[in-house]
């Protein structure tokens, strides 16, 4: 029987898709901790995906927003506050995508609307959810917020394109808000940077495959799963995180401080 640490508290969940989302796995695990939540999508994923059995298990409100339009985040929040009659406790924006990466373009050679548009989608997007967050004083004293993001922000992964600076950028939003956020509303902001994880956004990057069993040799613990990622949120949303705030904080077994593991020294020693 999981513990309840987020009995009471209440949220908005971003980009539940599909089971294999990150968002669907810590849907399940803040909800089974206890915690009530309102959830969202871009329009376009409701026709693609499954959110609605998810909003069925979790007894949860569904409400479309494209996380690039004011308009929908104003009235998301909206809602969401009218629905739950109080101010939010935390939450989870777990949302990416590169027309770029989607249509094949090469870093080397980028499309610049689709530059923009997937910049919009995967960074901006999380300071226009901030900024409504913010005006709208929506968010509860000792709060905390979450973004999902990859270490391709502070590293040169090939093929990760230009999510990576998508990433990078969404890094510094964090702490930027974060600050504010922090200062004046006691409210958390951090990124949680995951191991690669086999869900249709991961998926879209070119030699995904290789990439996810490199980590897995590279890392210590092994890759982390949507699943434990979902545990780690749950804690972080938790009060037992209070004061962790401005953080990239890395979930990925140990991976970002390794240099070499044995397991690859051993692969190319057998070649
Ligand atoms: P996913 O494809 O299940 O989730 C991405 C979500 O973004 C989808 O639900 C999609 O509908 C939503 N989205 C796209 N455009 C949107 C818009 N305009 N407005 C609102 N929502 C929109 O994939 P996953 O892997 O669960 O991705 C979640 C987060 O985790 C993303 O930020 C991703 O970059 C990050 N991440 C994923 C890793 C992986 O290997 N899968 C590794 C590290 C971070």
């Not at 270490?151 to 090939?158: G, L, M």
């Not at 290789?210 to 210590?220: C, D, L, Q, W």
Request: contains cysteine; glycine residues 8%; proline residues 3%.
């Amino acid at each position: 029987m999981p513990y309840k640490i987020l009995e009471g508290k209440k949220g908005v969940i971003f980009g539940a898709l599909d089971e294999h989302s990150i968002a669907w796995k810590s849907a399940e695990e803040i909800s089974e901790a206890g915690g009530q939540f309102v959830l969202t999508n871009a329009p376009v994923a409701f026709r693609m995906g499954t959110i609605e059995k998810l909003g069925k298990s979790t007894n949860s409100l569904i409400i479309p927003a494209d996380a690039t339009s004011m308009e929908d985040l104003q009235n998301l929040i909206d809602k969401t506050l009218n629905h739950f009659d109080s101010k939010l406790d935390f939450i989870l924006h777990s949302i990416g995508m590169s027309v770029n990466v989607r249509k094949g373009k090469e870093y080397k050679n980028l499309n610049y609307d689709w530059m923009t548009k997937g910049w919009d989608i995967s960074a901006v997007s999380f300071h226009k959810l901030m900024q409504t967050l913010y005006n709208k004083n929506a968010m509860n004293p000792w709060s905390s917020i979450i973004a999902l993001t990859y270490i391709a922000s502070q590293r040169t992964f090939p093929n990760y394109n230009d999510m990576a600076d998508n990433k990078a950028y969404l890094e510094s939003i964090a702490r930027s808000f974060g600050y504010f956020f922090g200062k004046e509303k006691k409210v958390r902001v951090n990124t949680i940077s995951q191991s690669p994880t086999i869900t249709t956004a991961g998926k879209g990057i070119k030699g995904f495959n290789g990439f996810i069993n490199y980590a897995e040799k590279m890392s210590p613990l092994g890759n982390a799963s949507a699943e434990d990622c979902a545990k780690y949120i749950v804690t972080m949303f938790s009060d037992y995180t209070k004061k962790v705030t401005l953080q990239n904080l890395f979930h990925d077994g140990g991976f970002s401080n390794v240099g070499v593991s044995q397991d690859i020294i051993d692969l190319f020693d057998e070649a």
